[in-house]
């Protein structure tokens, strides 16, 4: 699995650096996660996103961008005693996670991007609370997700990035192991809300 990964983005990373231009830039964000399947709900779980991007302009309203991401997945719920809710769980997921965006430049501020991710399961954690719980079911070493949303520029260099996604495969199987229909287990839905700075100039050569 790590052969084909590793494949995979050096092939893109390649596809980059041979185009005639191209930028590139940081990402730093929040993010607000949940696993569907886990019987609890809302994007309760916050996590960090950090990381760089290199992008390259297919044609005048079209732009293909390629980021490399720390990404902090999960879920969680808090207790609430006074409410006699004493039950907490906090699941914490690890992601080294590498999204391919087609971009559309609506205007020169509003860009729409869509596209899928592949990311590699660097951690994972479930606590409960007892306490950390011991590894039960394990998940999946890798995790395929499609992407939607939107980049509106601020400054020259400076843009905000609101982004929704969502698992294409279960990142963990149900309980009982087995398959229903479409629903193979648990899915990892995410919302990531990043500032994006790119790097002065407005393209570099690839040479």
């Given at each position: 699995m790590w052969k084909s990964f590793l494949t995979v983005l050096f092939v893109v990373v390649a596809g980059?650096?041979?185009?005639q231009q191209f930028r590139a830039g940081l990402t730093a964000g929040i993010?607000?996660?949940q696993i569907s399947g886990d019987q609890l709900s809302g994007f309760n779980k916050a996590g960090i996103v950090a990381?760089?991007?290199?992008s390259t302009t297919l044609s005048p309203k079209f732009d293909m961008a390629m980021s490399i991401l720390y990404f902090q997945k999960g879920s969680k719920k808090n207790s609430d005693p006074e409410k006699e809710d004493y039950v907490y769980y906090r699941l914490r997921l690890n992601?080294?996670?590498i999204p391919l965006l087609l971009q559309w430049k609506y205007?020169?501020?509003?860009i729409f991007e869509a596209g899928p991710s592949a990311g590699v399961l660097l951690s994972s954690e479930e606590e409960d609370e007892y306490g950390v719980l011991p590894s039960r079911r394990p998940f999946?070493?890798?995790?395929i997700a499609a992407h939607l949303g939107m980049n509106v520029t601020i400054v020259k260099q400076l843009s905000f990035t609101a982004r929704m996604s969502n698992?294409?495969?279960a990142v963990r199987k149900h309980v009982s192991g087995e398959d229903y229909r479409f629903n193979k287990g648990q899915y990892s839905s995410c919302l990531?809300?990043?500032l994006q700075y790119k790097f002065s100039g407005k393209s570099a050569s690839a040479e």
């Open positions: 980059v650096a041979a185009a993010s607000a996660t990381g760089g991007f290199v992601y080294f996670e205007n020169n501020k509003l999946e070493d890798m995790e698992s294409i495969l990531l809300f990043a």
